[in-house]
């Protein structure tokens, strides 16, 4: 399974950005995906996660402003980022369980994207 990011970029505060994650999870029976963030010298951070029902969970500093979405037919996973804050600066990175539930948490991580750079000024 590999996990693409991109959409990442450079934006002024207020702005928006769009990160999708390409992923190839077709046949998976079901799934819990989601986003993690991590800025330099602080820990990774869950950001949103999602089922493959369409059950999500968003860490506090960023509900009401972020949006997870999947499009299973089309193998994606998206954050919308809206009202985007400078400390929301940090390399975005999606991560997908396979055949499991997020049941309110975030996925484990069995599988990674490389990464995607957000900063916001």
């Known amino acids: 399974v590999q996990l693409v990011e991109s959409g990442g970029g450079s934006v002024q505060a207020g702005g928006s950005l769009r990160l999708s994650c390409t992923s190839s999870?077709?046949?998976?029976?079901?799934?819990?995906m989601g986003w993690f963030r991590r800025a330099p010298e602080k820990e990774r951070e869950g950001v949103a996660s999602?089922?493959?029902?369409?059950?999500?969970t968003y860490g506090d500093s960023v509900k009401g402003r972020f949006t997870i979405s999947v499009d299973n037919a089309k193998n994606m996973l998206y954050l919308e980022m809206n009202s985007l804050k400078p400390e929301d600066s940090a390399t975005y990175y999606c991560?997908?369980?396979?055949?499991?539930?997020?049941?309110?948490?975030?996925?484990?991580?069995?599988?990674w994207g490389q990464g995607t750079q957000v900063t916001v000024s």
């Open positions: 991560a997908a369980d396979e055949d499991t539930f997020c049941r309110g948490e975030y996925p484990t991580g069995n599988y």
């Open positions: 999870t077709y046949g998976w029976n079901s799934y819990c």
């Open positions: 999602i089922d493959h029902d369409g059950g999500t």
